[in-house]
T-cell receptor
């Protein structure tokens, strides 16, 4: 089982739609959680951190359920500029490996007019 | 402020050759990590360096090595290149004690 698994894509939605991405992680000792955004042929960029209490940044809402080892990202009122690949990222501090970001495969979102 | 910089941006090599990729972290960041991203996959952790010492290693063969210099810049070396090493190699830096990593634009390596 992969350490971080995401919804298979792609998601094709019209402008204005609400879309939700899901992610599960296998290591219950995981400590930090993030969503990164990656545009085509570009580097990943931090979108937002994810907390158990949930956090919101404009049209984006992220949620963490530690009991279910589940992370979600909700995008409301989708814009054309939201088209990208969204990467679920987990940090599991391991003594041998230090701190490393563990990425999911990514889910591609395409927003059309 | 300059972000993470990497060089070269693109590179074409043939099987069996070796390659050196370079990374300069954001000013003030002492931790540098390297990731490999093959097409259609998320980035995979290769190495992390902090204060010139290796602090973490992913599941990559010994053909992959790295080092960090006193100015916190870093090099990733790959020997005996294989076709499967073709990928985007990403460098990320972070501030001491922070989980947030900032990525450079990457080096796209093609092995023929």
């Amino acid at each position: 089982r992969k350490e971080v698994e995401q919804d298979p894509g792609p998601f094709n939605v019209p402008e204005g739609a609400t879309v939700a991405f899901n992610c599960t992680y296998s290591n219950s000792a995981s400590q930090s959680f993030f969503w990164y955004r990656q545009d085509c042929r570009k580097e990943p960029k931090l979108l937002m951190s994810v907390y158990s209490s949930g956090n919101e940044d404009g049209r984006f809402t992220a949620q963490l359920n530690r009991a279910s080892q589940y992370i979600s990202l909700l995008i409301r009122d989708s814009k054309l500029s939201d088209s990208a690949t969204y990467l679920c990222v987990v940090i599991t501090v391991r003594r041998e490996a230090g701190t490393a970001l563990i990425f999911g495969k990514g889910t591609t979102l395409s927003v059309s007019s | 402020d300059a972000g993470v910089t990497q060089s070269p941006t693109h590179l074409i090599k043939t099987r069996g050759q070796h390659v050196t990729l370079r990374c300069s972290p954001i000013s003030g960041h002492k931790s540098v990590s390297w990731y490999q991203q093959v097409l259609g996959q998320g980035p995979q952790f290769i190495f992390q360096y902090y204060e010139k010492e290796e602090r973490g290693r992913g599941n990559f063969p010994d053909r992959f090595s790295a080092r960090q210099f006193p100015n916190y810049s870093s090099e990733l070396n790959v020997n005996a290149l294989l076709l499967g090493d073709s990928a985007l190699y990403l460098c990320a830096s972070s501030f001491q004690g922070s989980d947030t990593q900032y990525f450079g634009p990457g080096t796209r390596l093609t092995v023929l």
